[in-house]
């Protein structure tokens, strides 16, 4: 192999894809991989779909691209329909992007202008969580809470205040869980008190946590409160379901585990689940409506709508309906979750599990007790999975504590898996734990077995 002239994040590199499958894909040396966090939360439907695949063909016989003001196209037509019916009541206009980021900043434009020509011109702020992972356009580093990616770039963006995430799970304190709910939405009614509320313009979370957090899930209370307080001061309330949407959580979206009703939604990643970037913001219509009546949303991308990206993403729908993908999510994750919650007896170090359907992660700590993590030179988030890749098992791994210390794992398979898959994933990972301990002289309750 030459030199390569493609650079990413870090020079590090990865054997060249040969094909994929299913849950799994091929290097170009023959080996196999289990694609067991769906690359980073992409695959939902697995590899290669033929389904999809002849929809796309189909496209692509016709037209690969119709710029939007020239002509409309069928696919984002029907696919913005079929989307509309499966959003919380009055959501029922779609805007398409290429990706996350893409989505978030049209989110958060979306909400500006709404604002602006609402006579609320003073409505700028959007208050995010800490933790939290909004994508990497300049506009969504500003409500993104992880060191790493906000530092180098402070000074270009301005910042937007952030509230703690609801990390119950490292509070010692005499609450309940439930009080424990109350007690972080409460720093968001005191954030909008803090800024001025005729100051903030929305709240934008993750329903549940992405790579950022590794799966959190707020207490019910939590979410109960956020939506309250949103509508008790004006706050719009945006979901980022980026990661969550589209069936990962064990429904459609994140958000109807808990009844909230977003102003603006978010979704990419498992939405054409890696088929063609794609991704779709959903917004209430009296919002859109405003806007597009007002002057015309200020704002667009070259590729929104595009009818073979559109075409895999209702092709995609299609399969995740046709299957029952969000079902399936429900019920393996149920059990993909209480499988990775009893490794915790041979593996004193894993100090959590947590997530729901098959967005799922485990944290590792130094101390189950007071959770302090692993030391942060122990790089054990690229040691496991490096064990895990060494075995064909493919996870994802960030630092749990804002992006500088702690190591958690996200196992989020395809939602297409079966017992059997689900069996595989569990004996590699337990192969790679036992590795990674002992390299680390981490201890391990061998008379335990899974
Ligand atoms: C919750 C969330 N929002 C936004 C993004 C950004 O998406 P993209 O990487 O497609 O731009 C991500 C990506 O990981 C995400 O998890």
Same mark, same amino acid.
């Given at each position: ?309 559109? &075409?895999?993403? @209702?092709? #995609?729908? %299609?399969?995740? !309906? +046709? ?8 019920? *393996? $994750? ?45 790089? &054990?988030?690229? @040691?496991? #999975?490096? %064990?895990?890749? !060494? +075995? ?8 749990? *504590? $804002? ?48």
């Amino acid at each position: 192999m030459g030199e390569s002239h493609l650079f990413y994040q870090t020079s590090s590199r990865r054997p060249r894809i040969a094909r994929a499958e299913g849950i799994y894909l091929w290097d170009t040396s023959g080996k196999r991989y289990i694609d067991a966090s769906s690359g980073p939360m992409v695959s939902n439907i697995g590899h290669s779909n033929p389904r999809v695949l002849d929809a796309m063909k189909r496209q692509m016989d016709s037209a690969t691209f119709a710029y939007r003001l020239h002509f409309e196209n069928d696919a984002a037509e029907s696919l913005a329909t079929l989307t509309a019916s499966l959003m919380p009541e009055g959501l029922d206009r779609i805007f398409f992007v290429s990706g996350g980021s893409e989505c978030v900043e049209s989110c958060l434009k979306l909400a500006r202008q709404y604002a602006y020509v609402s006579g609320q011109q003073k409505r700028w702020k959007v208050i995010s969580l800490f933790p939290s992972y909004h994508g990497s356009t300049l506009g969504a580093v500003a409500v993104t809470g992880m060191h790493q990616f906000v530092e180098p770039f402070r000074d270009m963006i301005r910042e937007m205040p952030k509230i703690p995430a609801a990390t119950c799970y490292l509070d010692h304190d005499e609450l309940s869980h439930e009080e424990r709910g109350l007690r972080y939405a409460n720093m968001l009614r005191d954030e909008i008190e803090r800024q001025g509320p005729e100051s903030v313009l929305a709240f934008i979370m993750e329903p549940v946590g992405g790579a950022s957090t590794g799966a959190l899930v707020a207490p019910d209370s939590w979410y109960r409160e956020v939506q309250k307080i949103c509508r008790e001061y004006g706050v719009l309330l945006i979901a980022d379901e980026v990661m969550t949407g589209a069936g990962r959580t064990g429904r459609f979206l994140a958000s109807e585990h808990w009844g909230l009703q977003p102003d603006i939604i978010a979704m990419a990643k498992g939405f054409a689940a890696g088929y063609a970037p794609l991704g779709a913001m959903a917004a209430k219509r009296d919002i859109v409506t405003a806007v597009v009546d007002n002057g015309g949303f200020a704002h667009g991308y070259t590729y929104a709508g595009n009818p073979l990206a559109c &075409a895999a993403g @209702l092709a #995609v729908l %299609e399969e995740v !309906r +046709r299957q029952g993908l969000v079902d399936n999510a429900a019920q *393996r $994750g149920a059990s993909l979750k209480a499988s990775l919650a009893a490794l915790m007896g041979r593996y004193p170090f894993i100090g959590d599990v947590r997530g729901k359907g098959l967005l799922l992660a485990f944290e590792l700590v130094a101390d189950r007790y007071t959770m302090e993590p692993l030391p942060a030179e122990l790089n &054990a988030h690229v @040691l496991l #999975v490096e %064990e895990a890749y !060494r +075995r064909g098992l493919i996870i994802y791994s960030r630092r749990t *504590r $804002g992006g500088t210390v702690g190591d958690h794992f996200m196992v989020c398979p395809p939602l297409i898996v079966n017992d059997t898959d689900l069996d595989e994933i569990l004996q590699l990972l337990i192969d790679s734990l036992d590795a990674f301990a002992d390299s680390s002289s981490l201890p391990v309750n061998r008379e335990i077995s899974l």
